[in-house]
């Protein structure tokens, strides 16, 4: 008699198990699918993602920290902003970084000379400076608030000291999503608003920045949020250190299109390098026909390429999740559990046992 209910419970213990390894598997694969605050990215893998960022401000000055831990590996994103030049460095675990500061330059007015949409040399009439001289000593605006799906979120504010450029700059612990693109706990993205009363009749906007870096610099036609499906269309310059494996990696992008006058306007960069560490970067905002008071509106993004991240993304499969399956898994175990016990009371009621 011992042996037969010692086998039944063994059985039913099997059977119980099976269940409970169905009933999580098929909860994993919904939870997996699962977009609760309709972002465009699984709950599953911001989960994994989640960064824990800090910042503060104070002054001309901000700075945050993120930072994403998986198991035994690591990496550090930071972003400094002062008087109105950023500073993006990141460190992995492994000991390899990157980094590069970006220096707002020139509000300038330009002539389309050749009708080819960059600024060329010679092109550039009337520069507005920016810099320190727009923004030193203008106080940083920082705000807080929550995500649907609780993740914090940190904005700040800054406008120029005459009001013709203004700098919106968000950055979260998760992904969320941003306009027309969905931005990542990996970077933060750079509303840049001009207001650029121009004097020159036929003339367009631009903005020229320097950008300093000791470690490698390349263009790249589609930004990594593009290629990762986040943004619609953008471009970047990636800065990747000179050693590591993998090399640390940060990168500057922009969409290809900016706001004005109610419509899209393309954006086209002019690169040069004003020697080993620095690069003059133009961007201009071609205007179809004169646009003197058009406000300009576009978006920049300064992050980094987390190798944590994509770490974590090659160990999670897309698993599309469905209700459906889940509650047919719950009736599958319900019919293994009872098979189960059906077979061991017949077992238990056998002449001679």
Sequence with gaps: MFSLSLARTRAIA??????????????????????SDQDGVADGLENATERTVAASSSGDEFYVSSRLASGSHQDQFELSYQAGTFEVRYGQGDGASSSYELEMRNLVEWVDGNGNGRIDEG???????LGSSAFGDVPVQRSNRSDPDGGRVIEFRIQSRTGNVTLNITIAQRFMRLGDSILTPMEAKMEIRMNPRLSNPGASVGLEFYLYTQDLVHPEDRSWDQVKGF????AAVNVTSREGEPPASVFLSWANTALAAGGSIPVALSNRSLGSDTYDLYFAYPFGTP????AVVHRMGLGVRSAVYDLVESFRPEISGDPVLFFATLA???VLVGLTIVVANRRRQRPGD
Excluded at 14 to 35: I, P, Q, Y
Excluded at 231 to 234: K, N, Y
Aim: glycine content about 4%.
């Design 14 to 35: 099997f059977a119980s198990s099976a269940a409970f390894a169905l009933v999580l598997a098929s909860t994993m694969a919904v939870a997996e699918g699962v977009d």
């Design 123 to 129: 092109e550039t009439l009337a520069p507005t400076a």
């Design 231 to 234: 943004a619609p269309s953008e």
């Design 291 to 294: 646009q003197a008071s058009s």
């Design 332 to 334: 599958a175990v319900g």
